[in-house]
């Protein structure tokens, strides 16, 4: 079992839709929870952070986190053409510094 | 402007033929990394650095040397490039105390023939 699993889609939505976005994962240890959102031909820029069970929001993006059933979630909101990009779900353990999990990414198309 | 800067962008080579693949970054980062992204694998780690002369093996370290001998230069070297390394490379960096957020740089596109 990979440690990080993630929908690598393509999730195509209309304009203005909800979008959810998933990962789930296998090591309790992971405390801190990431997501990174990767435009074609761009590096990952850092979208969202948490560490707690619960939700944190952002504009139009929400981040929530369920440690007890080790599932992480992105929505977005009134999704725009311009949301389109690969999003990476991460993680890393409490331990000092840890080297960041990656799940494989979940490419997402908004269409007009 | 805090950017990590990699150097070329796009590198065709043949199998064999030594490259290195710069990296620099202007934020005064201690931890430097690089990574490979491959499709259906993702991102995946090949090296890493904590700090100056301090570097550890990733997830993916065969055939690939790194060094760190100032603070803001991490070098990835292919001392003997095969076709299975062709792929988009990343280096990223962060600041050790507030490592949530990895600044990565733009990308090279690396063709082994």
């Known amino acids: 079992q990979k440690e990080v699993e993630q929908d690598p889609g393509p999730l195509s939505v209309p304009e203005g839709a909800i979008v959810s976005l998933n990962c789930t994962y296998s090591?309790?240890?992971?405390?801190?929870f990431m997501w990174y959102r990767q435009y074609s031909r761009k590096g990952p820029e850092l979208l969202m952070y948490?560490?707690?069970?619960g939700n944190k929001e952002d504009g139009r993006f929400t981040a929530q986190v369920d440690k007890s059933s080790k599932y992480i979630s992105l929505f977005i909101r009134d999704s725009q053409p311009s949301d389109s990009a690969t999003y990476l779900c991460?993680?890393?353990?409490?331990?000092?510094?840890?080297?960041?999990?990656f799940g494989k990414g979940t490419m997402l198309l908004v269409s007009p | 402007e805090a950017q990590v800067t990699q150097n070329p962008r796009y590198l065709i080579t043949v199998t064999g033929k030594k490259l290195t693949v710069t990296c620099s970054q202007n934020?005064?980062?201690?931890?430097m990394s690089w990574y490979r992204q491959d499709p259906g694998l993702g991102l995946r780690q090949i090296y890493y650095?904590?700090?100056?002369?301090?570097?550890d093996k990733g997830d993916v370290p065969e055939g690939y040397k790194v060094s760190r001998k100032e603070k803001r230069n991490f070098p990835l070297i292919l001392e003997s490039p095969s076709p299975n390394q062709t792929s988009l490379y990343f280096c990223?960096?962060?600041?050790?105390?507030?490592?949530?957020?990895?600044?990565f740089g733009s990308g090279t596109q690396l063709s082994v023939l």
């Open positions: 650095s904590m700090n100056v002369e301090v570097t």
């Open positions: 990223a960096s962060t600041s050790v105390a507030t490592n949530e957020k990895l600044f």
């Open positions: 991460a993680m890393r353990m409490n331990s000092g510094y840890s080297t960041l999990t």
């Open positions: 934020m005064n980062h201690e931890y």
């Open positions: 090591n309790s240890a992971f405390q801190y």
């Open positions: 948490t560490y707690s069970s």
